[in-house]
């Protein structure tokens, strides 16, 4: 079973610029995670979507962050303008069922705005 | 906010010894899970317990939850060098349909 794909793995961007990441979920699962982890922290949830419906974007800066996850499968994570505090690794994670079992976690994005 | 807190932030033991990792949470909750994290890779899903369980074992890892001091722990035995790294825990919270993670232990295992 291929796990949750991620791309880029690094990217290294100017402050005010703009950046996106992508997720593919493994196949099947209605849940998606995208989580911000900056170092030497736990990761916060940034949004939560079942199928292609946001569950919870509370924790979403929506002055600067955009989510979207279309046909319920792929999903991507935007940003802009970056701050410097952006700098963090996003993370994405899948599930057959939203928070009632397993989330599989992608390797990440190391983003580092400068 | 995170949801959970784990104690102690770091954990350093040697090899063969266990580890024990706390991990307190503020509201009720479907289920608790722990994950471990690698340094620079993903987290990984160790073990599920629901609310309705006290205690689970998975091999070298027994996790315990009481749910009336809003608690889990997770003992991991006959530690190894390979078990070093982070663990997390992570909650479901009632009504929520999310899951929330905790701060985190960093364990260190001295071969």
Known sequence: EAGVAQSPRYKIIEKRQSVAFWCNPISGHATLYWYQQILGQGPKLLIQFQNNGVVDDSQLPKDRFSAERLKGVDSTLKIQPAKLEDSAVYLCASSSWAGRGEAFFGQGTRLTVV | ?111
């Open chain 2, 1 to 111: 906010s995170q949801q959970g807190e784990e104690d102690p932030q770091a954990l350093s033991i040697q090899e063969g010894e266990n580890a024990t990792m706390n991990c307190s949470y503020k509201t009720s909750i479907n289920n608790l899970q722990w994950y471990r994290q690698n340094s620079g890779r993903g987290l990984v899903h160790l073990i599920l317990i629901r609310s309705n369980e006290r205690e689970k074992h998975s091999g070298r890892l027994r996790v315990t939850l009481d749910t009336s001091k809003k608690s889990s722990s997770l003992l991991i035995t006959a530690s190894r060098a390979a078990d070093t790294a982070s663990y997390f825990c992570a909650t479901d919270q009632t009504g929520a349909n999310n899951l929330f993670f905790g701060t985190g232990t960093r364990l260190t295992v001295i071969p």
